[in-house]
């Protein structure tokens, strides 16, 4: 559908017109507010290199280290291998060869791109911002549209502070009501990702709306807008609202006294006016929600806690048969058994999904005075988030229960930094990807929400976190 000149307006409309430089067919010419870089974006400065280019806008472009950094310490040395090495050192001779604001393994700031971005106030409402990364969807939840972009279009941007894109359908998803006791921002991305699948939003920029995203905390916006991408999903986006501007006012990089006001008066404008018409409409009631966890090797193959893994032979399409057979035997499970009380190996507390502080805090309000049955690791998101933890006492809630508190960094969500799982393990995880062996070669992962992680840690099972009297 062609955004609609007149008449009510999505927030999407708003913003993408409002960033048209250019129109060839049915492709736009964007102009970017914001480019996040990490270690992965080397392709994309090598050919500008090559080219005899530099970043053609500096002060708009941030890097941060994230899915090499070491999270044992914070030396070149902690990090296992030279290949590992190899990367953070490209890195370092990127953002410095163009003069770039980094956040290296030595700053206070470091710290996994979505979570950085957010929290410095470097991802502001209205932008359109950019990074060579799947996850970028995340930065939405501040009411901008940001996407992640492929190396040739990391290239272009770093050349042009510009993107071409066509034009995306825009999907309104409302979620009326209340949270349920024990069901969290993670619970809700996963349910709305196992009702519409992995490819229910492909083409579409979502729009969270309704009660339950309006009585959301930022952080909680963040979760949910981080996995539209699990949903296919191009972008996923909030309005921005009292709830985002006190969230932003005080962060670094966010604008100050009456450049701030001027700032929110123009943000005011930016939420989708009533009336607004969308491609897709869906609307979920939050009370039939539970807390979710997935048994499959797709982010979609969740779960209720109390539910049961799917029977094979109960699937009509004989693709789908054959899929399931192949994730059951993969994650080493059978047909028909309670999820409840499936014994695990490792817990992975972290990620640019549930590694903020607010998940830390979750956390360790189900971790305090109990024990980890098993390997339990904490990697905040940032080390903002993780001196917030610190002086909050709560690296010590989780130290004294026997977990490992580590430095920042995408850690165990995906390994490249090398702290991966060892073959076999089942690995409760906050993160937003169970794909086949993405914590290890022969891994199984169960997603989860920070507090459905901290009791399996404390029970060494997947166990209902309201059950622990915690809520
Ligand atoms: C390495 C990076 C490009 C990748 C992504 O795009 O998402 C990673 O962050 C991931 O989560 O798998
Ligand atoms: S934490 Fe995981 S999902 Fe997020 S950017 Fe890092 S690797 Fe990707």
Not at 52 to 58: N, Y
Not at 87 to 114: C, K, S, W, Y
Request: some cysteine; charged content about 20%; proline content about 6%.
């Amino acid at each position: 559908m062609a955004t609609p000149r007149t008449g009510p307006r999505t927030m999407f409309a708003k913003i993408w017109d409002r960033h048209v430089i250019a129109r060839r067919g049915e492709n736009s010419l964007l102009y970017v507010d914001r480019h996040l870089v990490h270690e992965g974006s080397f392709h994309a400065f090598r050919n500008l290199a090559s080219r005899g280019l530099k970043v053609r806008r500096p002060a708009q472009t941030f890097g941060t280290a994230d899915h090499y950094a070491p999270t044992v310490g914070r030396k070149l040395e902690d990090a296992p291998g030279a290949e590992i090495r190899h990367m953070l050192t490209t890195f370092h001779n990127n953002v410095t060869a163009n003069e770039l604001t980094a956040f290296e393994l030595d700053d206070p700031r470091q710290g996994i791109v979505h979570v950085v971005g957010p929290e410095l106030g470097l991802t502001l409402p209205g932008f359109v911002l950019v990074c060579g990364d799947s996850h970028t969807s995340t930065h939405g939840a501040l009411g901008c549209l940001a996407f992640g972009i492929g190396q040739s279009e990391n290239e272009h941007v770093l050349a042009t502070q510009t993107i071409w894109q066509t034009t995306p359908k825009v999907m309104r998803i409302s979620i009326e009501d209340r949270l349920p006791r024990g069901v969290t921002a993670k619970d809700v991305i996963l349910g709305i990702i196992a009702r519409i699948g992995t490819g229910g939003a492909t083409g579409y920029v979502i729009e969270y709306a309704g009660a339950a995203v309006r009585g959301m905390t930022v952080e909680e916006r963040l979760t949910v807008c981080n996995m539209s991408i699990e949903a296919g999903a191009r972008a996923g986006m909030v309005a921005p609202d009292d709830t985002t501007y006190s969230y932003l006012c005080d962060k670094p990089y966010a604008p100050a006294g009456a450049a701030w006001d001027r700032a929110v008066g123009n943000w005011r404008l930016l939420a989708s006016d009533p009336g607004a018409s969308y491609d897709r409409e869906l609307t979920l009631d939050a009370e039939m929600l539970a807390p979710m966890v997935t048994w499959g090797t797709s982010p979609q193959d969740a779960l209720p806690i109390d539910g049961h893994i799917p029977d094979p032979d109960d699937a009509r399409d004989p693709t789908d048969k054959m899929r399931l057979r192949h994730v059951l035997r993969v994650m080493g499970l059978a047909p028909g058994i309670p999820l409840e009380g499936l014994p695990v190996d490792r817990v992975f507390i972290g990620s640019c999904t549930n590694g903020r502080i607010e998940d830390l805090r979750a956390a360790a309000a189900i971790v305090r005075g109990r024990r980890a049955h098993v390997a339990s690791l904490v990697v905040p998101g940032s080390e903002t988030v993780r001196h917030q933890a610190e002086s909050e006492g709560l690296h010590r809630v989780f130290q004294e229960a026997g977990f490992e508190w580590r430095h920042a960094g995408c850690s165990m969500c995906v390994g490249t930094n090398g702290d991966l799982g060892t073959p076999g393990d089942r690995i409760a995880s906050t993160s937003n990807r169970n794909f086949e062996g993405r914590q290890g070669r022969g891994v199984r992962t169960h997603l989860m929400s920070p507090a459905m992680a901290a009791a399996a840690a404390v029970t060494g099972r997947l166990t209902d976190v309201r059950k622990l009297g915690a809520w």
